[in-house]
């Protein structure tokens, strides 16, 4: 039941923007995302519910396609702060039960 | 300060020495959710609990128990742990309904 993310890994300098995917095959409830800094638990950076709703946190934000089970997490004007692994999870009943992707390695270099 | 509590960070243990990691909440939250994490294979969730005495078995179950007498507790036994179920453990809880997950600190677990 893991959600597909990609792509596996990219390599941002400074400055530069990033997309990040997250694609289902069942239909969805909400998505959530993460980031996972290394030596660190996962860290909540938002929740999107079905309705295409998009939601921003900072220079970072989200959108959740719902007839298509998908969803994506835009980086813009990366910082080095940014460096992280970012999982998304997948809510399907509305319960709350996550299922994690394998997660997007980003790296931002000055 | 609201947070997830586990123990041990680090355990490093031996084949079929039954251990149990213990994870604690003070948020009132009512779901609670255990996940093993392994590179390349991402967060995978192990067993989880909507409440009180109700859990429930994730993805990979197999070779774990868990139980929930109190709300902010929800330890995970490793009856006879084996080197496969070497892993960083997350222990997690949310409110019930579209809430972000609060994860524990993990705990590095090496069965030789």
């Known amino acids: 039941q893991q959600p597909v993310q990609s792509p596996q890994a990219v390599i941002l300098r400074e400055g530069e923007d990033a997309v990040i995917n997250c694609s289902s095959s069942?239909?969805?409830?909400?998505v959530h995302w993460y980031r996972q800094k290394h030596g660190e638990a996962p860290v909540f950076l938002m929740i999107l519910l079905k309705g295409g709703e998009q939601k921003g946190h900072e220079k970072i934000s989200a959108s959740f396609n719902e007839k298509k089970q998908q969803s994506s997490l835009y980086l813009t004007a990366s910082q080095l702060s940014y460096s992280g692994t970012y999982f998304c999870?997948?809510?399907?009943?509305?319960?709350?039960?996550?299922?994690f992707g394998t997660g997007t390695r980003l790296t931002v270099i000055p | 300060e609201a947070q997830v509590t586990q123990n041990p960070r680090y355990l490093i243990t031996v084949t079929g020495k039954k251990l149990t990691v213990t994870c604690s909440q003070n948020m009132n939250h009512e779901y609670m959710s255990w996940y093993r994490q392994d590179p390349g294979l991402g967060l995978r969730q192990i067993y989880y609990s909507m409440n009180v005495e109700v859990t429930d078995k994730g993805d990979v179950p197999e070779g774990y128990k868990v139980s929930r007498k109190e709300k902010r507790n929800f330890p995970l036994i490793l009856e006879s742990p084996s080197p496969n179920q070497t892993s960083l453990y997350f222990c997690?809880?949310?409110?019930?309904?579209?809430?972000?997950?609060?994860f524990g600190s993990g705990t590095r677990l090496t069965v030789v």
């Open positions: 997690a809880s949310t409110p019930p309904l579209e809430a972000g997950y609060t």
């Open positions: 999870g997948t809510e399907r009943t509305g319960a709350n039960n996550l299922f």
């Open positions: 069942k239909a969805l409830y909400s």
